[in-house]
């Protein structure tokens, strides 16, 4: 299984970017795909999830209406789009894949399959 996240890039405070996170060997169907950040010196953290086969979404308080994560089923894509983007958005992007219950969905140890990541760039 590998998880191939891309579109990371230097963006302006207030510009967007879309993230795209496409698996090889595997279905999402079933699972639940996340997003998690790691910025420079600081542990990764949650940034959103989605349950494939429902829909059902997450996102963390710190990006709430200026993120928001999608899914594609044709082409077992899930997408991280990034509005209003601000100079401590900067970090390292990854995808996840797992079978977290609700309360575990933000835990970084319900995901078991893990993308190399994506730099995301806000200049001030």
């Known amino acids: 299984v590998q998880l191939q996240a891309s579109g990371g890039g230097l963006v302006q405070a207030g510009g967007s970017l879309r993230l795209s996170c496409a698996a090889s060997g595997l279905t999402f169907s079933g699972y639940t795909v996340g997003w998690f950040r790691q910025a420079p010196g600081k542990e990764r953290e949650f940034v959103a999830g989605?349950?494939?086969?429902?829909?059902?979404?997450y996102h963390a308080d710190s990006v709430k209406g200026r993120f928001t994560i999608a899914r594609d089923y044709a082409k077992n894509t899930a997408y991280l789009q990034m509005n209003s983007l601000k100079p401590e958005d900067t970090a390292d992007y990854y995808c996840?894949?797992?079978?977290?219950?609700?309360?575990?969905?933000?835990?970084?140890?319900?995901?078991?399959?893990w993308g190399q990541g994506t730099q995301v760039t806000v200049s001030s």
């Open positions: 996840a894949v797992g079978r977290p219950i609700a309360s575990t969905v933000r835990a970084q140890g319900s995901y078991y399959y």
């Open positions: 989605i349950r494939w086969s429902g829909g059902n979404t």
